[in-house]
């Protein structure tokens, strides 16, 4: 069977992460998210994470090279087997550029870009009330409330806030995704993978949207 890799493409806060781990496990693939890889690594206090953090604090992009590297290793690994849902990657045409060359070496490519359509105003509001679980699960403290404040539903860990989402963060990460990440919309549509999805709906309404994308590709 062909490996099957989804692009989820959005400005921060569209709903990728939520949205990709709906995908991964409707399609029985792993979800890769570099943002958490980056946050594992920053966690672990490795090299890579070290190097990640200044970047991420000040809501830049980390470099191509340090980024691409981690995702070809991540990428090799048995668990992708049968594909991925990709979250947070491509951020770059050069990262898009490398993950085709990648992926050409399994002898796949990309099969749709779901591309999440939000307002940037919703995109602030929605940052500042998101709540993560350190496992990398996502809240929401209005539109997807833990059945306890602060409090993972599965493994009653302590909730937390992201410290790249404080409002003048956030407004200066979507600066960022227009002028690096925006120019993937027409990469894709170039290439006809490009499938534009409503995010301003409720969760579950998206999730329709996008399983409906990815059968019909
Ligand atoms: P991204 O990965 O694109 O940055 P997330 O999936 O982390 O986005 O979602 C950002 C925040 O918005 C989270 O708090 C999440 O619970 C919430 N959220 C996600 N999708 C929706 C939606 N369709 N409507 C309302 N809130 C949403
Ligand atoms: P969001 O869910 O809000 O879109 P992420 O968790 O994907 O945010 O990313 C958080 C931060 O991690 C980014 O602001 C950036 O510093 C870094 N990062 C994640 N993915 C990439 C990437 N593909 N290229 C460069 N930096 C990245």
Redesign the pocket.
Known sequence: MKRLFIV?L???????????KKLAQAFDLVHI?T?DLFRENLKNETALGQLAQSFMNKGELVPDDVTIQMVEERLSRPDCEKGAVL??FPRTPAQADALEALLLKFGAGVKVVPY?KVADEVLVE??S???MSTAGR???AQ??PPKVKWIDDLDGSQLYQREDDKPETVRHRIDVYKAQTAPLIDYYRQKGLLVEID?????D??TEDLLKAVEEA
């Not at 959005?10 to 990709?20: C, E, F, S, V």
Request: aromatic share 8%; proline share 6%.
């Open positions: 989820m959005g400005p921060p806060g569209a709903g990728k992460g939520t949205q990709a998210s943002g979250d947070g999440i929605r940052l009330g998101r709540w996502v809240y929401h539109y997807n995010g301003t709906q409720g969760i309404g998206v």
